[in-house]
């Protein structure tokens, strides 16, 4: 497997991420803010959405999980987003209830494993996330990992926060932030979670 590494611009953090609505569905897929990069495709600039290392909050912090959705895309880390929180929303959108997102929330931690996700992955996982239909958009955030600061992109969900996941859900995500190497106090404060 050959691994290549690239250079980009990125808009330094909270500027796209801080937009009114951003958090509780106001924005769309491809409101991202200013890139800073003119048109798409500008040589030696990297967009949102070109870039290749994506943190998994949710289900896909399982690796095994994300080896067939994202066959080419290995592990690279994992890390915390500082100052956001793991919650639920758009209870209308999902089949069993809440779908898992995250939103900014002052001294909050969210678990998470970064990926070097491949060009021929990320149109598969843009389906899977449902970004075609308005369920979920990318996003940029700052990951803190041992090596340093990580700038990667998520996928937020485009709906309110609230409702209650199921509990295969909820437990779907514990055993994959378990499986990633998550602290105890973390995995454990995702299984008391209500369902």
């Keep these: 497997m050959i691994t290549i590494r690239v250079t980009y611009s990125i808009v330094p953090y909270g500027r796209a991420a801080r937009t009114p609505g951003a958090l509780r569905g106001g924005g769309r897929a491809g409101d991202h803010g200013s890139d800073d990069c003119g048109e798409r495709g500008t040589p030696g600039c990297r967009t949102l959405d070109s870039m290749s290392l994506y943190a998994a909050y949710a289900g896909t912090l399982d690796a095994r999980l994300m080896t067939r959705r994202a066959p080419h895309s290995p592990l690279r880390a994992t890390g915390w987003l500082n100052d956001w929180r793991l919650t639920f929303g758009g209870e209308h959108m999902g089949w069993e209830g809440a779908l898992a997102t995250i939103v900014e929330a002052p001294r909050s931690q969210v678990f998470v494993a970064l990926y070097d996700i491949a060009p021929m992955d990320e149109d598969s996982m843009d389906r899977w996330e449902g970004v075609g239909l308005d369920i ?54 995702l299984r008391k979670r209500p369902c």
């Design 136 to 189: 979920y958009r990318r996003m940029r955030v700052r990951v803190h990992t041992l090596e340093g600061e990580e700038a990667a992109w998520v996928y937020v969900l485009n709906g309110y926060e609230g409702g209650l996941p199921s509990a295969r859900y909820l437990g779907e995500i514990a055993d994959a932030a378990e499986s990633a190497g998550a602290p105890h106090d973390y995995v454990m404060g």
